[in-house]
């Protein structure tokens, strides 16, 4: 985002309210990991200023959706398989197929999760790690069970891969929604996140915002005196610090 849009929000305000400051500090953060977890906390009215999809986006939201419907998708091949009452078309090997994939996007997440660890909500590790643990235990006992008699030659490989799965979520249900040497709450997401702006391009958002915080003053939009507090706040602490009643959630908590 450059200067000039920033330049724009403010020419085009009569007035500055508080969900202006949101939709400033959103905009001087467009393009970096930082916009994202600070949407989290910002209102809906201020919302019109996040970049929304993007082609990497939207592939990384298909991957993690595969990952999600693939047990689902296996477990009701197997149950389809054993209520036909059929020996033709044992399905393993396509369960275990799509559960590899899937296996293989929460390998991909789990590494990313190491490169930038962020705080998750309790509930939705444990609703991912259900999606898995129960499919993945239905798609089992039916192998292992009336598929037991077709059990040949490579089909234990599947059994393995499904049984890694299980395992590994397990795993993360265990270990929680929290980082252990991480961001512990949604706040700490987004300051992680400016961390990871490399410093030259951090210092010139700074000086974007604090351009767009002193035509503020000069157009008689804000006092002095909030002028000052706003440029003394760090990047992206703008907004929970000038308008902290905005915020769509306590960014202190992670559930």
Do not use: C
């Not at 275990?96 to 996007?105: D, F, K, P």
């Not at 930038?116 to 991912?128: E, F, K, N, Y």
């Not at 929680?176 to 961001?183: E, F, K, V, Y």
């Not at 410093?199 to 767009?212: F, K, Q």
């Amino acid at each position: 985002m450059t200067a000039r849009s920033l330049t724009e929000l403010v020419d085009e305000a009569s007035s500055w309210t508080p969900v202006d400051w949101w939709r400033l500090e959103l905009r001087s953060f467009s393009r970096t990991p930082a916009q994202r977890p600070l949407a989290v906390l910002a209102p809906a009215e201020a919302m019109s200023e996040h970049r929304g999809v993007t082609l990497g986006s939207f592939l990384q939201g298909l991957a993690y959706l595969f990952a999600v419907a693939a047990p689902v998708i296996a477990a009701a091949a197997m149950v389809r398989w054993v209520l036909g009452d059929t020996a033709y078309d044992f399905p393993l090997a396509f369960a275990g197929t799509i559960t590899l994939v899937s296996l293989l996007v929460t390998g991909w997440s789990e590494l990313q999760r190491l490169r930038h660890p962020r705080a998750s909500r309790a509930s939705a590790v444990r609703t991912l790690a259900l999606i898995h643990v129960i499919p993945g235990l239905i798609t089992a006992l039916i192998a292992l069970t009336a598929g037991a008699p077709f059990l040949q030659g490579g089909a234990w490989v599947w059994i393995a891969v499904v049984a890694a799965d299980i395992v590994v979520h397990v795993v993360i249900l265990i270990r929680g929604p929290l980082p252990a040497s991480g961001p512990q709450n949604e706040r700490e997401n987004l300051q992680w996140s400016i961390r990871e702006i490399p410093p030259g391009t951090l210092a010139e958002i700074t000086a974007r915002r604090d351009a767009a915080i002193r035509r503020l003053a000069d157009r008689g939009l804000i006092e002095p005196g909030t002028a000052t507090r706003a440029l003394t706040t760090a990047p992206g602490e703008l907004a929970l610090t000038l308008a902290p009643e905005l915020q769509k959630s306590d960014p202190q908590r992670s559930r």
